[in-house]
């Protein structure tokens, strides 16, 4: 049977091979999980090979510690002709009192390609709920940041 989401979710325990010189997570190894989730939920969408074209605005709300687990939401925002754009929402769960903390958000550009690494089209997300259309003209308007600075 055939199934496509538009929403992928993971769940990661922080453990000590993650950890910086501090002693919490280290920022790098959640850019990687960022990105491993981005992979996903636009591989799951579209049924295609993807790579990242772009990541944007990163911000380290609150350190993350290292025994926590990290819950990553992912949903497609917007897909162009070949474009989709990942919106991801991290969250992490103290796993003793049970305390959640919002930590990151961020935005991926994945690019589905074919086996040449050419651009290849990918099927039209259409936005249903106004939340959903919300997150749709908001990553409409980072696309065109985006080209303006970029190009
Ligand atoms: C991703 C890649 C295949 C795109 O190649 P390209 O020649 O720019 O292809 P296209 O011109 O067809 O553009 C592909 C999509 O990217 C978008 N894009 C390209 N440059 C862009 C920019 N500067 N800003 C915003 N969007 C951009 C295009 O609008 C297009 O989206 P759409 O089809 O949904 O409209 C190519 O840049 C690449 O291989 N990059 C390396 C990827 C990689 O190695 N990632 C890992 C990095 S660690």
Redesign the pocket.
């Known amino acids: 049977m055939l199934s496509r989401t538009h929403e992928t979710e993971m769940t990661v325990l922080v453990t000590p091979d993650m950890s910086n010189f501090g002693g919490n997570m280290h920022g790098g190894e959640l850019l990687k999980l960022l990105d491993k989730v981005a992979y996903t939920c636009a591989m799951r969408y579209c049924g295609k090979y993807v790579?990242?074209?772009?990541v944007d605005n990163v911000l380290f709300k609150h350190p993350i510690r290292i025994g926590e687990m990290l819950i990553l939401k992912a949903a497609v925002n917007y897909?162009?002709?070949?474009?989709m754009e990942i919106g991801i929402r991290v969250i992490s769960e103290d796993l003793q009192n049970g305390t959640v903390c919002h930590t990151n958000s961020s935005h991926f550009?994945m690019?589905a390609?074919d086996k040449e690494?050419?651009?290849s089209p990918v099927e039209p997300l259409v936005p249903e709920t106004d939340v959903e259309k919300l997150r749709w003209e908001h990553a409409v308007q980072r696309?065109q940041l985006?080209?303006k600075n970029?190009?």
Request: aromatic share 0%; no cysteine; net charge positive.
């Open positions: 790579v990242t074209l772009s897909t162009g002709r070949t474009s550009t690019v390609v690494g050419h651009s696309k985006r080209q970029t190009n």
